[in-house]
């Protein structure tokens, strides 16, 4: 997949130039770290910093600063006061409900492009502790996320991941205590998943708890069994020295970048959301 990343990150960046929009990026809290990476990003955009009181005396930034931060956040997408967000380290929840609320937008998925330290990039399907919850909805989200995938040349090659292993599921199958039954409707899901997508003539897999195994075999787009799982591998991830690329709500009316919020690099979010700005200005 390196080579294909080459190629994407290449039409990222081809994109990320052609003009240089007005973004904003949620900060909780002055972070040394963050605002040294945002410092890089100001190549790609202008970044207005969006956050309470604690970050007034940060220099360098435009600054908005409100007491609910996170609406505030919303209603500049909403209203057309910014061409795009970066949710920062703004709370996920109140900031994704209050830009629904403004906008009515409910249909979206989201890709989140990880790369590990070792330069592997993968696709992870539900990154959200609120998401991923039913097979139906972790079909759909990932069956949208591989149609994404297609449309910037990636093969999707799809793991599901569940709560049992292999070996354990027949015999614990019977098994109906609230853990349990939630373990093994994990299993069960994904065998669901993985014919689903097999119909509609995707190469996809049940590898039970071996997600590093999957990725070292090639697979580039991740289910995990629902998003809090998905969340924790980011927040591992990160602790590792890996990277979040990208993570956005896709098909809304406005380009909404979101992330985790232990995050300290943002150079690429905020490439990413320039390049999806001006693509579609392109349109």
């Known amino acids: 997949m390196d080579q294909t990343f080459q190629i994407f990150d290449g039409k990222v960046e081809k994109l990320a130039k052609l003009s240089r929009p007005k973004i904003a990026f949620g900060l909780n809290s002055p972070d040394a770290q963050i605002l040294e990476s945002l410092e890089k990003s100001i190549k790609y955009a202008d970044i207005v910093l969006v956050g309470p009181e604690a970050i007034k005396d940060v220099a360098g930034f435009e600054k908005v600063i409100s007491d609910d931060p996170e609406s505030r956040l919303a209603s500049m997408l909403a209203g057309g006061e910014i061409a795009g967000i970066v949710r920062g380290t703004l709370d996920d929840f109140k900031t994704f409900e209050a830009y629904q609320k403004l906008t009515g937008d409910t249909n979206t998925f989201g890709p989140g492009m990880l790369e590990t330290p070792l330069g592997q990039h993968f ?5 959200s502790n ?3 919850w039913e097979r139906e909805e972790k079909y759909k989200s990932a069956k949208e996320i591989a149609q994404f995938m297609e ?4 093969k999707p090659q799809i793991a599901v991941l569940t709560g049992r292993r292999h070996q354990t599921y027949p015999r614990k199958k019977h098994l109906t205590d609230k853990v ?3 373990l093994n409707r994990t299993y069960e899901d994904a065998e669901w998943i993985v014919e689903k997508f097999k119909e509609d003539g995707y190469e996809a897999k049940n590898w039970a708890i071996d997600a590093n195994p999957a990725i070292e075999a090639g697979y580039n787009l991740i289910i995990p069994p629902n998003g809090m799982v998905g969340n924790q591998m980011f927040r591992m991830l990160l602790l590792c020295g890996g990277r979040i690329l990208f993570g956005s709500y896709l098909n809304f009316s ?3 970048e979101d992330n985790s919020r232990t995050e ?3 150079d690429y979010h905020v490439k990413w959301l320039t ?3 001006n693509k579609r200005a392109k349109a």
């Open 123 to 127: 696709f992870m399907s539900e990154f």
């Open 130 to 132: 609120k998401g991923g």
């Open 151 to 154: 449309e910037w040349d990636f």
């Open 180 to 182: 349990n039954a939630i």
């Open 254 to 256: 406005h380009p909404y």
């Open 264 to 266: 300290k690099d943002f």
């Open 275 to 277: 390049a999806v700005i």
